[in-house]
C-alpha cells in the first residue's frame, strides 16, 4: 500500500499539470502533460484521454511492462509516481475519474470517446523536503 506524506497528499490535490511517460515500441519515452487524480484508497492515479491517443496504444501494447511514469512539479517540489499503467473502459470508472478530476481541475464535457489510464502506483520519488 503506498501511503503518501501529508505534504505529499495535498501537493497532489492542488491544481498543477504533470507530466505522463509511456513507452514507445523501440523503448524510446513518449512524455506528454496531463492532468491525473490520485486515489489513495486504491493506490492509483487516473488519467482520463481519449481512446484514440498515443499514450493509450502505449499502454495498449504493453511496451516496457506497461510501466509508465507520472511526474508533477512546481518550482523545488516534485512527485513522481511509477507503475503499471492499464487501460479501462468501464464507464462507472470513467465517472469516477471525471468526478475526481472537476474537483482537482475542472468540469469535463461528456465524451464517448473518453477512456481512463490506471496508474496502479509501486514507487514514489519526491523532492527531499517532502519525502519523509
Not at 487524480?37 to 516496457?64: C, Q, Y
Not at 509508465?68 to 523545488?76: E, K, L, P, T
Not at 477512456?115 to 514507487?123: G, S
Request: net charge positive; hydrophobic share 40%.
Amino acid at each position: 500500500m503506498i501511503r503518501l506524506s501529508p505534504e505529499q497528499t495535498v501537493f497532489v490535490t492542488e491544481r498543477h499539470l504533470a507530466t505522463l511517460t509511456t513507452l514507445r515500441e523501440d523503448g524510446s519515452p513518449h512524455v506528454v502533460p496531463v492532468g491525473f487524480t490520485w486515489d489513495a484508497e486504491l493506490g492509483i492515479a487516473r488519467i482520463t484521454t481519449r481512446e484514440s491517443s498515443v499514450k493509450v496504444r502505449n499502454a495498449a501494447a504493453g511496451h516496457g511492462g506497461s510501466r509508465a511514469a507520472i511526474c508533477q512539479v512546481d518550482g523545488g517540489r516534485w512527485l513522481t509516481f511509477e507503475g503499471t499503467v492499464s487501460i479501462s473502459r468501464d464507464p462507472e470508472e470513467i465517472a469516477e475519474a471525471m468526478r475526481r478530476y472537476a474537483r482537482r481541475y475542472r468540469e469535463l464535457t461528456p465524451d464517448p470517446r473518453r477512456i481512463v489510464l490506471r496508474l496502479a502506483v509501486d514507487r514514489v520519488m519526491g523532492s527531499d523536503y517532502m519525502v519523509r
